[in-house]
C-alpha cells in the first residue's frame, strides 16, 4: 500500500513538473511571435502577458517568467557588446517578473468574472493601466542604458517621449490581445467553432464585409497622401469601425475592432517615435476604454435582467 501511494504522489510530482515544463514551452514560442511583431509604440507582448497573468493560476507565473526569459537572455547576451553590460541586463529581465506584485493584488481584489459570468473589464483596465506603466519604465531605462553606452551613436530622443510612447504602446498592445482572447475564450465556451455557424457569426461577416475593405483603404490612403493634416484626418478615421462593431456586437467587437485599427494604425507608422502616431494612439487608447466599459456594462444589465426573468 506504501509502495502504492509513493508512485501516485512521484507521478502527480512529475506531472505537476511537465504542466509547467509545457507552458513555459507555449508561452515562449508565442511570445517569440509576438516580440518580432511588436515596435515601442506597438508592444504586443503586453497583451499576451497580461491575458496570460489574469487568466493562468498564480502558481503557474514562474513558468511564464521561464519561458519569457529564454529569448530575452539570447538577445541580451548576443547584443552586450553592441548596447553595453547595464542594457543586456536590463534587457534579461522577464517582465512577468516586475508586474508579479501589482498583478498579484489586482487577483486578489477577485475573479476576473462577475457573478453572471460577464468580465469585469474596469478591473482589466486597472491591471492593463499599471502594467503598461512598469512595462514602460523598464523600456525606457533599457534605452537610456543603451544611449549611454556609445553617446551619439543612437538616435538622440527626448526619454519622456520615449517613456510617453512606449506607455501608449504598451497600453494598446494590451488592450489588442487581452479583450480579443477573453471574448474568443467566452465565445469557444458557448458556441460549436464548426465553419458553417462561424459564417454565420454576424460579427464575422461584419468584418469581412465592411471593416476590413474600410480599414485597408484607410491605410492605403495614409500611406499614399503627401499632406499631414489629411493623413491625421484619415488615421482617426480608423476609430469608425471600432465604433460600428461596438454599437452592433458589444465589447466582443470593440474588442475585434480594437485588435484590427490597432494593427492597422501600426502600419501607418512613420519612423521609430511618429508623433502623429502618438496624438491618434492617444485617443484609440481612450476610445477603447470607454467602449470596452460601456459594451461590458451593457452586457451585465442584459444577464441581470435574464436571470431576473427566469
Known amino acids: 500500500m506504501a509502495s502504492g501511494n509513493n508512485i501516485n504522489r512521484s507521478a502527480a510530482h512529475w506531472h505537476g513538473w511537465g504542466q509547467y ?16 511583431l511588436s515596435s515601442p509604440q506597438f508592444l504586443l507582448t503586453t497583451g499576451l502577458r497580461l491575458a496570460c497573468m489574469l487568466l493562468l493560476p ?37 517582465t512577468v517578473a516586475l508586474w508579479w506584485p501589482v498583478l498579484k493584488r489586482v487577483r486578489q481584489q477577485g475573479s476576473l468574472y462577475d457573478a453572471t459570468g460577464c468580465p469585469r473589464i474596469p478591473l482589466m483596465l486597472i491591471a492593463t493601466f499599471f502594467a503598461a506603466i512598469i512595462t514602460a519604465g523598464i523600456t525606457t531605462l533599457t534605452w537610456v542604458a543603451a544611449l549611454l553606452h556609445r ?9 519622456y517621449q520615449v517613456f510617453f ?8 498592445g494590451a488592450l489588442t490581445l487581452t479583450p480579443v482572447i477573453l471574448a474568443l475564450r467566452e465565445r469557444c465556451g458557448t458556441l460549436s467553432l464548426r465553419p458553417g455557424l462561424l459564417w454565420r457569426s454576424r460579427l464575422l461577416r461584419d468584418v469581412v464585409w465592411w471593416v476590413l475593405p474600410t480599414l485597408t483603404a484607410l491605410v492605403w490612403f495614409v500611406l499614399s497622401t503627401e499632406n499631414d493634416v489629411v493623413r491625421q484626418v484619415a488615421r482617426l478615421a480608423l476609430l469608425w469601425p471600432v465604433l460600428g ?13 480594437g485588435m484590427m485599427a490597432s494593427f492597422a494604425l501600426a502600419a501607418t507608422a512613420q519612423g521609430l517615435l511618429d508623433p502623429g502616431m502618438l496624438r491618434i494612439q492617444a485617443v484609440l487608447a481612450v476610445v477603447l476604454s470607454g ?19 427566469s
Open 151 to 159: 553617446p551619439g551613436k543612437w538616435p538622440d530622443h527626448d526619454p
Open 245 to 257: 462593431l461596438a454599437w452592433c456586437h458589444g465589447w466582443h467587437g470593440t474588442a475585434l475592432g
Open 165 to 172: 510612447s512606449c506607455l501608449l504602446g504598451a497600453y494598446l
Open 21 to 36: 515544463v509545457a507552458i513555459a514551452a507555449a508561452y515562449e514560442a508565442v511570445y517569440e511571435i509576438t516580440l518580432y
Open 291 to 309: 467602449t470596452l466599459i460601456a459594451g461590458a456594462r451593457q452586457r451585465w444589465i442584459t444577464s441581470v435582467r435574464r436571470l431576473e426573468r
Open 58 to 94: 498564480m502558481r503557474f507565473w514562474p513558468a511564464l517568467a521561464v519561458g519569457e526569459c529564454v529569448p530575452l537572455l539570447e538577445h541580451a547576451v548576443f547584443c552586450a557588446p553592441k548596447f553595453g553590460i547595464p542594457w543586456a541586463i536590463l534587457a534579461s529581465v522577464p
